[in-house]
């Protein structure tokens, strides 16, 4: 097992709205992306950010070798319960799930 960070080329969130985040995940290689697809699925993500799995929206780019996903922030951008006012801070987390 490898961290995802450690195996695709850049892991980025950003805001994709007030209400959503979007987590691209740049894998730079075929294989890798296969490997990527294979070993990092809607539930992990929804686990990691404590949403329902039916609300993250998964989208694989294989021309590009990029994974993206989609799903609810945690807090609606500029609440004062909102940590991360561009989204950006949750990609550390996202390139630590561990990937088979």
């Known amino acids: 097992m490898s961290e995802l960070g450690s195996i695709v080329d850049k892991v980025r969130t950003k805001n994709a709205g007030p209400f959503w985040l979007t987590i691209d995940i740049f894998c730079g290689s075929p294989s890798v992306f296969e490997r990527v ?8 993500i929804a686990s990691l ?4 799995a039916r609300t993250v929206k998964r989208f694989d780019i294989p021309d590009l070798n990029v994974i993206k ?12 319960s909102d940590r991360d ?5 949750w990609g550390p987390l996202v390139a630590e799930i561990e990937v088979a």
């Open 85 to 89: 006012m561009h989204g950006a801070g």
């Open 37 to 44: 697809a294979r070993g990092v699925d809607v539930d992990q």
């Open 49 to 52: 950010f404590h949403v329902s």
């Open 69 to 80: 996903f989609s799903l609810p922030r945690p807090a609606i951008q500029g609440t004062v």
